[in-house]
Nanobody, 122 residues
């Protein structure tokens, strides 16, 4: 599976961005999709994940502001980010795993996209 994340950019606090993750090589419907982020000098952290049947998990820091979704027909996953805060500034990565539940450890995801930068200014 090859993943490509895009949709990042620079916004002011309170703004929104919609990130997309497109897949090629295999059909995504059999994979759990996750979004992670990594801020400068920090470890990569789980943001949100969604199973092929639509079960969802969010990190506490984004619950209520971010929405993960997927369109299996388009082989694409999305992360709608609303009410962005400066602390959301990071490179956002999408990832896929064949484990049949949402897992938060990045070591359990087999496939990764290249990352897209989100910068939120105050």
């Amino acid at each position: 599976v090859q993943l490509q994340a895009f949709g990042g950019g620079s916004v002011q606090a309170g703004g929104s961005l919609k990130l997309s993750c497109s897949a090629s090589g295999r059909i995504l419907s059999g994979y759990v999709m996750g979004w992670f982020r990594q801020a400068p000098g920090k470890q990569r952290e789980f943001v949100a994940g969604i199973t092929s049947s639509g079960s969802i998990k969010y990190a506490d820091s984004v619950e209520g502001r971010f929405t993960i979704s997927r369109d299996n027909a388009k082989n694409t996953a999305y992360l709608q980010t609303n009410n962005l805060k400066p602390e959301d500034t990071a490179v956002y990565y999408c990832a896929a795993t064949r484990i049949n539940r949402v897992v938060v450890s990045n070591r359990l995801y087999e496939f990764w996209g290249q990352g897209t930068l989100v910068t939120v200014s105050s």
